[in-house]
């Protein structure tokens, strides 16, 4: 029998009529069509649920507001949010400028009048309370750089402009490049080379009920890496993943994983924010494939310049 | 949402190529058509009404300064949105439930229960519904009585008084449409016809 008419398909689909006899033997033999009646019950089904979605309601005009604000802030400041703070200036400075950030006071909200034309109401009070410091995750699930979205981490939010953020983004990308080759290092390796300056550091400590002797050290590297050691972890039935946490909201995410060695580089998202998410950690995961933080934490410590 | 369904044969929308091209009034027209269907899709998800805002928010933001990352030929531009949308809610979601369980570990009580609707299904569905309202008048109006009113041919027919091969006609037109879109722009993954969208 010949595949059926696209026209029956979707009378079926929509339930219009019944599968006739020889109908149905075929659906039952022939992956294609009853593939393509799958598709459009599926497509009916959604069809269905979208009555009152052409009617939604306007959203508040304050996300609008918090919109241009954030993006005039994100391309009217030089600097970059994944740049460490200021007391790295004492730095050796050396390779591309794009991963620098600028020295000096950053204002808090530079761009006072949002730049769309569209924008009337003078609500920016709202749209700063208005949003919870939210969970943001830098860098998670997205290959582009993007703006913090919390008023509060707006506030201290060093913005990209559009060049830098597609230079670190590449030197970013480079990184990832580098170090999926080497990101575990044997535990006798001497650190990468030439080392790039540091540009923050942790010593950790052991944490909670983990045995004291556990301990570590966190540097973060200029260009964007976060390396590793640490020693006498107690075992654990999983595996241990450093993660970045914000004091203040408790908000966090994840870096990467461990290996089995005591040194380990891992890559930064490009973006983050490290004068908020400043305390490194260190956790025992379970494989539970739960991708939340287990709530034991191993290590922590909190990066200073 | 919000195309103007008196437009019956909608010309080439530019909106998705000034967007990338960084027009900041193609931004805003962007926002004013799809802003409502990102806070659908966000407050369908987030129990907090201000996480819902914030993940609208914080999707736009994203998706303009990603906007290079766009590709028109591959998907339209509140596919995209809603697929950023999507992975902000997702964030979100576990990141709250992040946070609860840390702050419960001492008491070990288990990971929140994800609840609420599939945000796939979500994404789905105002993907039809923004090709719904695109559609010529006469195919939206047939397939609206067909979905919502659970119509049959003959009954459309009788009730618009348009000719029963007509009906017909429209009806598999649109369901064409619809299909199309949401293959290409429709969230879930896995083997589709047309293959995904690059948006997520």
Not at chain 1, 78 to 97: C, E, H, K, N, Y
Not at chain 2, 64 to 84: A, E, H, M, Q, Y
Not at chain 2, 98 to 109: A, K, P, S
């Amino acid at each position: 029998m010949q595949h059926l008419d696209h026209d029956r398909l979707v009378y079926l689909a929509l339930g219009e009529s019944e599968a006739a006899n020889g109908e149905s033997t075929h659906l039952d033999t022939c992956e294609h069509c009853r593939a393509e009646l799958t598709a459009l019950q599926q497509v009916a089904g959604l069809g269905a649920e979208t009555q009152g979605l052409a009617d939604l309601p306007d959203p508040p005009e304050h996300i609008w507001q918090g919109i241009a604000a954030e993006i005039s802030a994100a391309q009217a400041l030089p600097s970059l949010t994944g740049a460490p703070r200021q007391q790295t200036v004492d730095q050796p400075l050396s390779g591309t400028s794009a991963e620098r950030q600028v020295s000096g006071p950053t204002p808090e909200r530079p761009i006072n009048e949002p730049t769309e034309r569209s924008v009337s109401e003078p609500t920016a009070e709202r749209s700063v309370s208005g949003t919870t410091a939210g969970p943001e995750v830098p860098g998670a699930g997205s290959h582009w750089s993007e703006g913090r979205s919390s008023g509060r981490s707006r506030a201290r939010r060093r913005g990209w402009s559009r060049w830098a953020a597609t230079a670190v983004t590449a030197a970013a990308a480079a990184a990832v490049g580098v170090v999926g080759t080497v990101s575990v290092l044997r535990p006798d390796d001497p650190p990468p080379d030439p080392t790039p300056a540091v540009v923050a550091q942790a010593p950790l400590a052991a944490y909670g009920s983990t045995p004291p002797t556990a301990t570590g050290d966190a540097r973060v590297l200029d260009g964007g890496q976060l390396h590793l050691h640490v020693a006498n972890l107690p075992s654990v039935p999983g595996y241990y993943e450093v993660w970045l946490i914000n004091p203040t909201t408790m908000q966090m995410f994840s870096v990467g994983t461990l290996g089995g060695g005591s040194d380990a580089l891992l890559p930064l998202p490009p973006n983050v924010d490290l004068s908020a998410y400043s305390v490194v950690d260190v956790s025992a995961e379970q494989y539970d494939n739960k991708p939340a933080h287990s709530g034991d934490s191993l290590l922590r410590g909190t990066l200073t310049g | 949402m919000t195309a103007p369904p008196q437009n019956p044969d909608p010309p080439v929308d530019d909106v998705a190529l000034r967007f990338r091209e960084g027009d900041e009034a193609a931004l805003r027209e962007a926002y004013d058509r799809y802003g409502r269907a990102v806070l659908h899709l966000a407050t369908s998800m987030l129990a907090n009404r201000a996480d819902a805002e914030d993940v609208t928010q914080a999707t736009f933001v994203a998706a303009w300064l990603g906007r290079d990352t766009f590709d028109p030929s591959k998907g339209s531009l509140i596919g995209w949105l809603l697929g950023i949308g999507r992975r902000k809610v997702i964030d979100r979601m576990r990141a709250s439930a992040r946070e609860t369980r840390v702050v419960e570990t001492v008491r070990q009580l288990p990971e929140p229960a994800q609840t609420g609707p599939d945000p796939d299904r979500v994404v789905d569905r105002l993907v039809i519904a923004d090709e719904l309202a695109r559609l010529p008048d006469d195919q939206r109006r047939m397939l609206e009585l067909a979905f919502y009113d659970d119509l049959t041919h003959q009954q459309i027919a009788a009730v618009t008084g348009v000719p029963l091969g007509t009906v017909k006609s429209h009806i598999r037109r649109g369901m064409a449409s619809l299909k199309r879109r949401w293959e290409v722009d429709g969230a879930a993954p896995g083997p589709r016809p047309a293959g995904l969208s690059g948006a997520r």
